[in-house]
């Protein structure tokens, strides 16, 4: 139950997702969007560097897909399922090229947290944010 209290007081505090965690199945970009979303989730977004270093740790090594997209508009990157701007990159250098066709955000590209776009048929794991659900609390 709640209490209202002054707001000096000192407490431990809890921060919201994004506190990523990794999906272990690998999937296409589009059926990894799909399921998240049927988990009443999301792919991960990244806003920031700290942000980016949360997904590297969670990440543990495998290449991923995150939520980033530019399917709609060419070099036009929006997270989904919000369609919101990418604004925070970290790029390899180089990326993103489009080689032959890329409008999927793969994330630990060569460098560890660096970010490329590729295929989006191309089979990943994926990063999701973590949230209350005791369903992905299993590994701690
Ligand atoms: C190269 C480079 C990347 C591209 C991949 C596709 C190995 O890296 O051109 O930008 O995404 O090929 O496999
Ligand atoms: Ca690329």
């Known amino acids: 139950e709640w209490n209202d209290q002054g707001c000096t007081s000192k407490y431990k505090y809890v921060c919201q997702p994004p506190h990523y965690t990794l999906m272990n199945d690998a999937l296409s970009w589009?059926?990894?969007d799909a399921a998240c979303q049927a988990a009443g989730l999301q792919l991960a977004s990244v806003q920031s560097a700290a942000q980016n270093a949360l997904l590297l740790t969670a990440a543990a090594g495998n290449t991923v897909?995150?939520?980033g997209t530019d399917a709609a508009s060419e070099g036009a990157w929006v997270w989904s399922p919000s369609n919101t701007p990418v604004s925070y990159t970290n790029w390899n250098p180089g990326e993103p090229n489009s080689?032959?066709?890329e409008d999927c955000l793969q994330f630990n590209y060569k460098i560890p947290g660096q970010w490329n776009d590729w295929?989006?048929?191309g089979k990943l794991k994926y990063g999701v944010p973590r949230t209350s659900m005791t369903k992905w609390l299993k590994d701690d």
């Open 30 to 32: 589009g059926d990894a």
């Open 65 to 67: 897909w995150i939520g």
């Open 99 to 101: 080689a032959g066709n």
């Open 119 to 121: 295929g989006c048929t």
